[in-house]
């Protein structure tokens, strides 16, 4: 192969590298809501099986319910979290390690939603999505405290459950209505006085260049 080719093709792979390190920076919260928004997420949700995707939704239920402002599971945080996936943001691409499954045994490749119904099957007694709401709420507690538990089990603070509710808190505080209903919005955050009485011997603010006399 002669040279020009060469270098036509460490430019082409370099000019790859460079368009998808750019399109993983570009990922943030809000674009991968405007993703959602856009579709994006339904090759995404069909390469789930019906039971992860009925998982997703109880976890997020779960973790973020209804209250007086709309839940997670109402605001689309399962769509979120799908496509968070697909991405593999924050790792969530690699398989879940063998030792992170409660008995040390786990299939070839596995998921973290693999491992997160493996793990709410055993604690509820074989199946987490047709127990008793109370049984769930008290599965996926368990779960909880053992992952942030400082005194936990080994490997406890690595546990795939931190990645996953991760997702789902910023899925739901970064969506239109977590943000705006949830938590309160303040264009001007602080305490401000729109009528200040300034003297002879008021000074001016060292971050207020505009309030310097250049001469």
Known sequence: MDQGKRDARGTGRR???MTMAAAGAALTPTTLWAQVKA???ASAVKALAPSQRALLDRVADLTIPDSDTPGALAVGVPAFVTLALAHGLEGAGAPVPAARFT???APDGATVLDWL???LDLKTGGAFLSAAPAAQMRALTALDSAAYASGGPPGGDASPW???KGLI???YYTSEAGASQELQYDLVPGHWDPDVPVGPHARAWS???TAVDFG
């Open 15 to 17: 000019q790859f590298l």
């Open 39 to 41: 579709g994006a997420d």
């Open 103 to 105: 008995g040390g045994a």
């Open 117 to 119: 119904t493996f793990e």
């Open 162 to 164: 931190r990645l996953l």
């Open 169 to 171: 808190v910023t899925g």
């Open 207 to 209: 971050n207020d260049w």
